[in-house]
């Protein structure tokens, strides 16, 4: 796209590639918005396009709602709308799967990763 002529910032998301890892509370859709929003003040942007892949996707639609005035469009690429009810979707289906198939050491696994 920067061939193309479009001024492009990529990032690394709070607590992925190479961004320093924090504290749980801090990784909120609140707080993924704040960072793009700091980045676009840092570089002085304007009339934004979020390009959100994966779980960028529910972020750039969060960042977008917090702060229209910054943010013009949001394009997602291979991106589910609520990350959440996904990954819900997911573990239950895991779940099931487990207790049909008697597998007691996947569904311990699971259980231990959903309680933290």
């Known amino acids: 796209m920067a061939k ?10 709070r607590g ?9 509370e801090n990784y909120n859709y609140d707080k993924y ?16 396009t979020l390009i959100g892949h994966s779980h ?3 972020i750039s639609i969060h960042a977008h709602k917090k702060y229209p005035e910054f943010i ?6 291979g991106a ?9 979707s997911v573990f ?12 007691n050491e996947y ?3 699971l259980c231990v990763f959903l309680s933290n």
């Not at 013009?72 to 690429?77: A, M, Q, R, T």
């Open 4 to 13: 193309k002529g479009y001024y492009v910032i990529v990032y690394d998301q």
């Open 16 to 24: 992925q590639g190479r961004s320093a890892e924090t504290q749980v």
């Open 33 to 48: 918005a704040d960072d793009i929003k700091d980045i676009i003040n840092a570089y002085k942007v304007n009339d934004v």
């Open 56 to 58: 960028g996707g529910p």
């Open 72 to 77: 013009k469009k949001v394009v997602l690429v």
């Open 80 to 88: 589910p709308v609520n990350w959440h009810s996904v990954t819900e």
């Open 92 to 103: 239950e289906k895991c779940r099931n799967h487990y207790n049909a198939t008697n597998n």
């Open 107 to 109: 569904l311990k696994s």
